[in-house]
């Protein structure tokens, strides 16, 4: 969540340039979860995955990333880089709804861009982090198709 944060506040500019790149940036939600699992385990074999061999290629030598000891971390990055579209769809939409006058107003008191976030953008979107955070919480339970 705090991922997708960090990208619908940073791309907010682009996305009003390149109105598109939204479309793009959700393809990893619109696969289905048992999918998305069948390509990781194929991406991640020991012996002919793409991934083992690029890191053995760099590091000289690979983790087993299907192993007992590295499921846990394996399957969060997979959980993380396909639902975080999820969390920036909801929280640029969020951001994007905030009045601009507000912002404005903030900016010609003196308030810097930190001071913004913390005080203007992070207090309008606190309804939405925290549906965002039970969504996500409540999805991570189904995490059983991509195991």
Do not use: H, K
């Not at 083992?52 to 846990?72: K, R, V």
């Not at 207090?123 to 925290?130: H, I, Y």
């Amino acid at each position: 969540m705090i991922i997708g944060l960090v990208l619908a506040i940073f791309l907010a500019p682009l996305f009003a340039v390149i109105p598109s790149l939204m479309a793009i940036l959700m393809l990893p939600m619109m696969m289905a979860p048992a999918l998305v699992g069948l390509m990781y385990r194929l991406l991640l074999q020991e012996f002919v995955g793409v991934v083992p061999n690029i890191w053995a290629a760099w590091f000289g030598d690979s983790p087993a990333f299907l192993s007992p000891s590295t499921a846990l971390w394996t399957l969060s990055t997979i959980e993380v880089l396909q639902w975080t579209p999820f969390a920036l769809l909801i929280l640029y939409s969020a951001y994007a709804a905030i009045p601009g006058e507000i912002r404005e107003a903030a900016a010609l008191d003196g308030a810097g861009p930190v001071r913004r976030l913390l005080l203007i953008d992070l207090p309008w979107m606190a309804p939405t982090l925290a549906i965002t955070f039970f969504f996500r919480f409540i999805d991570g339970f189904r995490a059983f198709d991509n195991i």
